[in-house]
């Protein structure tokens, strides 16, 4: 039997149960393992030893029951579908064995007897195209060291810890085996380690330059990376040697993406969909483009083939509810419902739908309901989320201590000099996507997106692997030298340049960069930074109400939004303190019920003439890619500002965590 990792608390028991179904001892295996998941909520690696010593008992039935239920639990676990493929041997049933054995290594392709069960069934049903792809994988992995098939596997199944160990052991050696490396930078990929990643990858990349799947890997980190015009220069130089490798397009649309580069995207994803028309994320991907470039009706017609191609695509559905304009029908509704009930959809399927119910519900003023799946969708998106309040305070404490009032005095004026960058920070929902557009209306202003190299930025200083709760940064910010402020400067401007038209001013509006107010002073003296802020209640249940495509970990349950929004408040009243004048604060319900006299405000505050067209913003086309996308593209209405109120039955604990925030919130 294969021996997954066991979860710290139940490993020496597993362990020896382990031991006792290596001696054939398996009725002793399989009592001791129903005992260790009688005491507590049974773990993977319990529920999988339980299968494996019912299978070996000849309780096959028994087993499947057991590897059912552990499937709903680790979907993605593939020792479950190779136990169940020799189930499935057990029954003489070679078709779903076939399958099983498949789903196996589907997700974990180091599986090495999955795959030399493959070829034994494959023969048996007189597959022999199929057999000897099989053999020519187990033949692949015969070739790799022995740890590095090993730590491939326990990658595979989640176990990254000693996957790594492992790797970081073999490479020690003096070895510098490149699949070692590559997988290695997969782990930190994973991890969220995207320069070490990157830097791992490109040293593959130079061991061998024509390794295609180091080179996807590469890619990939990259767009997570953010790095999009690198991105796009790495793929154009495989095109120019006529190296059209297929799975490299889909990668070129999404860094077109993140350019803003929507039209280009839109060409892509047609030119894939002709090859590939029953792939439910390509008509989703083509959506979002054609939403981001105003063409509604297209992108709704994407998103509904992407739900027909595949039922229980929740993001389908909450694509279209993130329109904001989109109404569902009965037959629409019911169908989500089913799909969100049934067993077999996954969580990320799941909390998709439940976030398009409660919207859809929300427009039908069926407001118990609508709660009921907001509440639901918040609850399942946070199990999957490691964000911690802690840490966020934290990151505020060290803020205030560091860039105190004579630390910034004391390197003012030594970043780069450039007046160009406009910065719109603040809270998710609050108002900024509205004030963005009012100023890329200017004729003298870009309108970018949320750009990540002030992020980007921050995680380099960091270095790598940061201790969230003795990190390297802010503190670090004392140890520069004014010649490496004013160079991250030159940095910050030459690596935003590809996202900017030939106009000589233009928008950041990375929300949380309210965060590193600091470090944008001292490496851009001259750039605006415009605060935008809600009022608490309306901000932080329209948070609660919007699923995001990533990040913002902060907005999934009421307690963490209350928190993150009163340390917002702290931090913001810092960067007012010690750095009086430099922050121009917008209130969204302000700017609601004057238009006119604020946008003179702010574009006062920028230095820029007014321009009629600033007030009739919603004139303005441009590519716009968050969640307010639709509204700004529409005049003003009021009846967003207490929307809150009809779920005010429900928000008590927000009121109560929010406290004086409720009132402070203008100081």
């Not at 930078?185 to 791992?200: C, T, W």
């Amino acid at each position: 039997m294969a021996t997954p990792q066991a979860s710290s608390h139940v490993q020496p028991e597993v362990a020896r149960i382990r031991e006792l179904s290596k001696l054939g001892r398996h009725r002793e295996a399989l009592a001791a393992a129903e005992a260790l998941a009688g005491k507590a909520r049974a773990s993977r690696d319990v529920l999988y030893l339980i299968a494996a010593n019912q299978r070996c008992l000849n309780h096959t039935c028994e087993a499947l029951a057991t590897l059912e239920r552990l499937e709903q639990q680790y979907p993605r676990f593939s020792l479950l579908y190779q136990e169940r493929g020799y189930c499935y041997v057990n029954l003489r049933d070679l078709p779903r064995a076939i399958d099983a054995f498949w789903r196996a290594v589907t997700f974990n392709p180091a599986l090495t007897t999955s795959w030399i069960m493959l070829e034994r069934l494959y023969h048996r049903t007189g597959e022999s195209r199929r057999a000897a792809e099989a053999s020519h994988q187990v033949a692949l992995l015969n070739q790799l060291p022995s740890d590095v098939v090993r730590a491939g596997s326990l990658f595979s199944d989640g176990e990254l810890e000693v996957a790594e160990t492992i790797l970081r052991r073999y490479l020690a050696g003096g070895c510098n085996h490149v699949e070692a490396l590559r997988l290695l930078a997969r782990i930190e990929h994973q991890r969220n380690g995207l320069e070490e990643a990157e830097r791992l990858l490109e040293g593959v990349l130079k061991l061998t330059p024509n390794h295609r799947a180091a080179r996807i890997d590469y890619v990939r980190v990259l767009i997570d990376a953010q790095k999009y015009l690198k991105t796009i220069e790495v793929i154009e130089s495989l095109f120019r040697l006529e190296l059209n490798d297929s799975d490299m397009l889909p990668l070129y649309a999404a860094a077109c993406v993140g350019l803003g580069r929507h039209e280009r995207a839109i060409e892509l994803y047609r030119q894939l969909l002709a090859t590939s028309p029953d792939s439910a994320e390509l008509h989703l991907a083509l959506g979002h483009s054609l939403k981001s470039v105003g063409l509604q009706q297209e992108a709704i017609q994407s998103y509904h083939k992407a739900a027909a191609v595949k039922p229980s695509f929740g993001d389908a559905y909450w694509s279209l509810a993130n329109l904001k304009t989109y109404r569902f029908t009965d037959d629409a509704i019911a169908r989500m419902r089913t799909e969100e009930s049934a067993s077999a959809v996954t969580l990320v399927d799941r909390y998709h739908l439940c976030f398009a119910l409660g919207k859809a519900y929300e427009d039908r003023n069926e407001y118990a309901e609508s709660w009921y799946f907001y509440e639901r969708g918040n609850a399942l998106k946070r199990t999957e989320s490691r964000y911690s309040s802690d840490l966020a305070e934290i990151n505020t404490r060290k803020q205030i201590e560091v860039c105190t009032a004579e630390f910034l005095a004391a390197h003012a004026g030594v970043g780069a000099p450039d007046p160009d960058p406009i910065f719109i920070v603040g809270l998710p929902r609050s108002g900024s996507t509205l004030v963005e557009q009012i100023l890329a209306s200017h004729s003298l202003v870009c309108g970018t997106q949320e750009l990540p190299e002030i992020p980007r930025l921050v995680r380099e200083i960091e270095g790598p692997r940061p201790d969230p709760y003795h990190p390297r940064y802010p503190d670090i910010l004392a140890e520069l030298t004014p010649d490496e402020l004013q160079k991250l400067g030159g940095r910050y401007l030459a690596d935003t340049r590809a996202h900017r038209a030939n106009k000589p001013f233009f928008i950041d509006k990375m929300p949380n960069n309210f965060r590193h107010i600091g470090l944008i002073h001292l490496i851009l003296p001259n750039a605006k930074i415009i605060d935008v802020r809600r009022e608490p209640m309306a901000c932080c249940f329209s948070n609660l109400k919007q699923l995001f495509a990533w990040g913002q970990e902060f907005t999934y349950s009421i307690e963490d939004i209350a928190r993150y929004y009163r340390s917002y408040l702290e931090l913001m009243r810092h960067w007012q303190a010690v750095l009086p004048g430099r922050v121009l604060p917008v209130c969204y319900e302000d700017l609601i019920q004057d238009l006119q006299g604020n946008v003179r405000r702010i574009l006062e505050f920028c230095r820029l003439e007014f321009e009629p067209a600033c007030v009739e913003f919603y004139k303005t086309r441009r590519g716009v890619s968050t969640a307010s996308s639709e509204q700004v593209r529409q005049p003003l209405f009021r009846e967003g500002l207490l929307q809150w109120r009809s779920y005010e039955p429900w928000l008590g604990s927000l009121k109560s965590h929010l406290g004086d925030a409720l009132v402070r919130y203008r100081d």
